[in-house]
Each structure stands twice: as structure tokens, then as C-alpha cells.
């Protein structure tokens, strides 16, 4: 984390009303809570409220999520985990020459905190047909990054015959479960039961000739087009080694993605970075 990006969510803390609606999400949980239900639990004048909802978000402690008419708002535990985890550094540097029991504690609570994984990214694959390429990538990021993420995929008109036998014979072959992957359509992931999505990410360059659903202002979204293997008609063996750079390719993509420092990027940067991933000759940096 940089010194000026800590220094706007210190500021944005550093006010009474703010830290009790931090500590009144934070209790919410991951479902967040309406900006009528976060009035009445701590009273404050709707005015005021809005005002302290915007200078967290700006810091980017809490995210709005639209849903219906209504917006919630959640807390981001992981960018809060960056903002601790940057004082603690200070303080560990500060209490490093004189003060060995301090700085071995503060040594132990950074480590406790980059441990855990107190909020998943959930990261939404788009295909048209939700049978290979999405497919593919939902089973990779799911193998890498289980509980760092949560794997999604869907399709804007899914395939009734479910997944490509060729891709799930694939994944096999290379050790995933492939139980639960199945065709889906993209309203799953609409409406007030749908989780959260922080990343949305399109591989293919025109979804059915369709405009995406709305997953909010707050969502990244990102193309990283690829070939479609279902319109591919050459041999058994071209075919094999087509799905076979296809998964290649985007395991690249994704580990690149996996280390990008999600928590601590705003949100230009993140979605610049992201965008780069669309170069099928990325390279981890």
C-alpha cells in the first residue's frame, strides 16, 4: 500500500460516526446493509449519512451494490486488512531497535492477518454458450486460489446439452473435479440472491450479439477474447491440441490476474492492469 492511499482511509476513519458504521457493516457480514436499514440503526440524518457513506467509500472501505431500487452497502475487509497491515508495518519498524517483545508481536499479527482470508473475490466467466471457455476458466481459478476466490461462470444462452464432453474430459485428465460445472444462464447472477460480483470478464468478443447485464458500478469488467472451440472443425487431434492451448492460455492469464495486488490497486489501475491480461502473450510480472 502506498503512504498516500493509507493516508485517505486514515482520514476517512478518522471521525466517530464513520467508525461506528465500519463497526455496523462489519457486524452485517458480507450481505451488506441497505442505506435505510444503516439510518436507523445508528440515527443519523439521512444528509449526514450520505456524506459519511461517500468518504468511506472513496477510501475504499465500503462498496455499494445496487440492488432493485435500493443500495447496500458492505464493508471491504481486505482493503481493511491492507490498511492494518500497513500500520502495523510502521509500527514494527518504529519499535524494531529497542523494543524486541513489541516488534515480535506486531511480527506475529501481520503474519496472523496475511494468512487469513477474511472476504473471497468472486470473479464471473462470460461465454455465449457457458460450455467451454468459461468453463474452463471457472475450473481453473477455482484449483489455484480456493477461498482467495470464488469461481463463476455463465452464458447468455447456455448450451442445454451442458458442458463440451471434450473440455470436461480435459479437465479430468488434468485432475479437476468437474462435478459441479455445468451450463448456466448470466440471470443466476442477477437479483437480490445473486452473490457480489467483483470481476466480470467476457471471453469471447460479442456475447450472442447482446449487451451484458449490469453488474453494477462497483464491478470490474474485462474481454479477454479467445477462439470458440464449438465452431472449430478441424481433426481429432487439432481439435485436442486447440483446448489444450486454449487452457494454457488462460491459466497464464489467470495466474497473472492472482497476483496482481488486488487489495491495494485503485480501481483505474486495477482495471488497467486487468485489461493488459487480454495480451494472449502475458507474462507474469
Known amino acids: 500500500m502506498e503512504l498516500d492511499d493509507a493516508a485517505l482511509a486514515y482520514a476517512a476513519l478518522g471521525q466517530p460516526t464513520r467508525l461506528e458504521l465500519l463497526r455496523l457493516l462489519l457486524r452485517a457480514g ?22 459519511h457513506l461517500r468518504a468511506l467509500e472513496q477510501a475504499g472501505l465500503i462498496r455499494p451494490t445496487r440492488q432493485g431500487r435500493s443500495l447496500i452497502y458492505a464493508a471491504q475487509l481486505l482493503r481493511l486488512q491492507a490498511v492494518l497491515l500497513y500500520l502495523a508495518e ?24 496475511a494468512m487469513s482470508s477474511p472476504s473471497a473475490f468472486h470473479v464471473l466467466f462470460l461465454c455465449t454458450r457457458n460450455s467451454a471457455r468459461s468453463i474452463l476458466a471457472e475450473a481453473i481459478l477455482a484449483r489455484l ?27 479430468k485428465a488434468l485432475g479437476h473435479d468437474v462435478s459441479a460445472l455445468r451450463s448456466k444462464s448470466w440471470d443466476e447472477f442477477q437479483g437480490p440472491g445473486a452473490p457480489r460480483m467483483d470481476f466480470v470478464i467476457t471471453l469471447c468478443d460479442i456475447v450472442a450479439g447482446q449487451v451484458c447485464p449490469d453488474f453494477g458500478t462497483t464491478t470490474v469488467t474485462a474481454a479477454w477474447p479467445l477462439p470458440d472451440p464449438a465452431k472449430f472443425n478441424g481433426s481429432a ?36 492492469r486487468i485489461d493488459e491480461l487480454a495480451d494472449p502473450n502475458v507474462r507474469m510480472k
Request: no cysteine.
Open 90 to 113: 510502521i509500527a514494527r519498524d518504529g519499535f524494531s531497535g529497542g523494543h524486541g517483545d513489541l516488534a515480535a508481536t506486531l511480527d506475529t499479527l501481520s503474519g496472523d492477518a
Open 145 to 171: 486460489a480456493p477461498g482467495r476466490f470464488v469461481a463463476h461462470s455463465a452464458g447468455s444462452m447456455p448450451s442445454p446439452e451442458g458442458p463440451m464432453p471434450e473440455v470436461l474430459a480435459q479437465l
Open 30 to 51: 458480507p450481505n451488506g446493509m441497505a442505506a435505510g436499514g444503516i439510518a436507523a440503526g445508528m440515527g443519523v440524518p439521512p444528509s449526514s449519512l450520505s456524506f
Open 237 to 272: 487431434a487439432e481439435r485436442a491440441t486447440l483446448l489444450n492451448e486454449l487452457y494454457a492460455g488462460l491459466r497464464r492469464r489467470l495466474e497473472a490476474f492472482m497476483a496482481l495486488p488486488l487489495a491495494t490497486l485503485d480501481r483505474m489501475s486495477l482495471q488497467a
